[in-house]
């Protein structure tokens, strides 16, 4: 894979009949052969991007205690704010802030005999000091899940699939995880890592980047391109 920058496909283009077959093609290419691309034209407005990020902001900018408040430690169900460098990642510490986010649902009574990650179904926290993040990132989540249902029917169309062949995935309660970040940067940690190479969890990953750089992305085996800011695309 000889990829210099990360392919940008067009997400209106598969709503469109005379650009629908081609999109597909560059959808497959760009999921099987490098598995980022920018999406531009996703249909979740501006403004609403812009939202989260200013709450995003909003919300590590709050003093250490009212984060505390919210600590991962405080929620049986992982959500929560961590501070940096509380994560590992092949034995060297993250350098970043973070807060998750996930489905807004009541926790399940459970008995002994339940499976271990229906405990992860539950309430999140939210600070006290910012009641607009709630509101904010819920509608986010919302749009998100929808743009994540329709990028999966193309994905199976993609594949000559059914239509529907990973609704099931989601389901009538798709279980959507936000994660805020902050990478307090090299001149206040003295270290090279933000975060360490990974792979998400998920079956999706949405990425809403702002204007600083730094992100990189493997293309092939030991071969990193940088994931540049693009304006108004998740990638």
């Known amino acids: 894979m000889n990829a210099t920058t990360l392919p940008i496909l067009d997400l209106a283009r598969y709503a469109d009949p005379a650009e629908k077959a081609a999109f597909l093609a560059d959808l497959r290419h760009a999921a099987r052969d490098i598995g980022f691309f920018y999406l531009i034209n996703h249909g979740v407005d501006e403004s609403l991007q812009q939202a989260v990020q200013e709450q995003s902001r909003a919300f590590f900018a709050l003093p250490d205690a009212q984060k505390q408040s919210v600590a991962m430690i405080h929620s049986p169900h992982f959500r929560g ?33 339940a499976p271990r990650w229906q ?36 994905f199976a169309e993609a594949l000559h699939l059914p239509l529907d062949a990973f609704d099931g995935l989601y389901g009538e309660k798709p279980n959507e995880h936000i994660k805020l970040i902050r990478y307090p940067g090299q001149q206040e940690t003295q270290s090279a890592q933000g975060v360490g190479a990974h792979k998400d969890s998920g079956f999706l990953s949405f990425l809403l980047q702002d204007e600083q750089k730094g992100l990189q992305v493997e293309v092939s085996p030991d071969r990193w391109i940088d994931a540049t800011p693009l304006a108004a695309a998740l990638w």
């Open 119 to 154: 405990r992860l179904q539950g309430p999140n926290l939210w600070p006290e000091a910012l009641p607009s993040l709630r509101p904010t990132l819920l509608t986010w989540q919302r749009e998100m899940t929808q743009v994540g249902i329709t990028l999966l029917r193309a």
């Open 81 to 113: 704010y961590n501070r940096a460098a509380s994560e590992l990642t092949r034995g060297q510490p993250d350098w970043r802030e973070q807060f998750d986010i996930g489905a807004e649902r009541p926790a399940l009574r459970l008995d002994e005999r």
